[in-house]
C-alpha cells in the first residue's frame, strides 16, 4: 500500500456546510440548525483519503490570493500530502455550499475560484504528474487540464483514473476517455457517461458498488452503518481506491466501499477519511 505513488490533479475548496431538516424546494428559504467551514473539494478530499489510506500523494491545484488559502494548503500537509504541484493564483479560492439533511442526504454548490484557473502549462507541473503510479482526476478543473493531465501520466506508464464528477456532457470527455484506465461515477452520473474505457466503477452508496470492464462483472457490498452525513464519502471510495488499484482490482474496490462506509460517520467532507487501520478493521470482520 504504502509503495503506491498517487498525483491528485483536482480541485480544493473552503466548504461551508449547512445542516437543515430538510433540503429546500425551488423558490423556499430555510434555516439552518448549524453551520460550519472546513477544507473541502473534490480533489483534496480524494488526496487525503489515498494518504491516510497508505498512499504516497502528490497534490497539483491552485488556490487563491483569499485569506482562506493559507488554511486549504495547512489542510492538505497536516495529512501528509506533498504540495509540489500547488500554485496560488491571484483572486479567490474555491468555495462550495453544502446542504446535509436530517437524513444525510446533501445538495451542493460550487463557486470554483482559483481551481478554474489551473493549467498544466508548466513543465514543472506535468513532471509532477508524470512522477506517479496512479494519477487521479476529477471534473471541478477544467476538462483541457484534466485532458493534459491524463495524457501526461499515461504516456509515463501510469494508470489514469477519473472520477467524472460532476457529471458532464463536455465533448472533452471522449479524448478525457481516450487516456483514462478506470472511471468512477455514482449510479445518476453514469447515465450520462458514454464513453468506453477499460474499467468502470459505478458507486451506489448504501449498496456498495459495481465494476463492469476487462475483469467482467461484478459487485461489492459496502459496510452496514447508520450513516450522519454522506458527503464526501464518494471522496474517499475514488482516493482509496486509486490508492489500492495496483496491487489487487476487486481488494481495491472492497477497501473504497469499507472507507466509504466509515466516512459517512463522520461530519463534513474534508476529514471524513479514516485512516489505514480503520479501514483494514472493518474488513477483517467481513
Known amino acids: 500500500m504504502g509503495s503506491t505513488r498517487v498525483c491528485v490533479v483536482g480541485s480544493v475548496n473552503s466548504d461551508l456546510t ?3 431538516d430538510a433540503l429546500p424546494g425551488p423558490g423556499e428559504t430555510i434555516l439552518a440548525s448549524s453551520m460550519a467551514s472546513a477544507p473541502g473539494g473534490k480533489g483534496a478530499n ?3 483519503a489515498a494518504a491516510r489510506a497508505g498512499a504516497g500523494v502528490q497534490f497539483v491545484g491552485a488556490v487563491g490570493s483569499d485569506p482562506g488559502a493559507d488554511a486549504l494548503v495547512a489542510h492538505l500537509r497536516d495529512n501528509g500530502v506533498g504540495l509540489d504541484g500547488l500554485v496560488r493564483l491571484p483572486g479567490p479560492s474555491g468555495t462550495a455550499a453544502i446542504l446535509v439533511d436530517a437524513n444525510a442526504e446533501n445538495m451542493i454548490v460550487v463557486a470554483p475560484g482559483a481551481n478554474a484557473h489551473l ?3 508548466s513543465a514543472d507541473l506535468r513532471g509532477v504528474v508524470a512522477d506517479c503510479d496512479v494519477v487521479l482526476l ?10 493534459v493531465a491524463a495524457r501526461t501520466a499515461a504516456s509515463a ?5 477519473v ?3 460532476p457529471a458532464s456532457d463536455a465533448p472533452e470527455l471522449a479524448e478525457l476517455a481516450a487516456s483514462t484506465d478506470v472511471v468512477v461515477v455514482n449510479e445518476s452520473e453514469s447515465a450520462q457517461w458514454r464513453n468506453p474505457v477499460p474499467h468502470l466503477v459505478i458507486t451506489r452508496g ?3 458498488a459495481r465494476y463492469v470492464g476487462d475483469d467482467g462483472e461484478f459487485e461489492v457490498a459496502a459496510p452496514a452503518v447508520e450513516a450522519i452525513d454522506t458527503t464526501g464519502a464518494g471522496d474517499v471510495f475514488a482516493g482509496v481506491l486509486a490508492a489500492a488499484w495496483p496491487a489487487d482490482r476487486r481488494h481495491a474496490l472492497r477497501r473504497a466501499c469499507a472507507a466509504a462506509a466509515l466516512a459517512t460517520l463522520v461530519p463534513g467532507a474534508g476529514d471524513c477519511a479514516p485512516l489505514d487501520e480503520a479501514i483494514d478493521d472493518v474488513l477483517s470482520r467481513e
Open 18 to 20: 449547512f445542516s437543515v
Open 46 to 48: 480524494q488526496a487525503v
Open 206 to 208: 448504501a449498496d456498495g
Open 157 to 161: 506508464g501510469a494508470t489514469v483514473v
Open 163 to 165: 472520477n467524472a464528477s
Open 138 to 147: 476529477q471534473l471541478e478543473i477544467p476538462i483541457a487540464t484534466a485532458v
Open 119 to 121: 493549467t498544466l502549462d
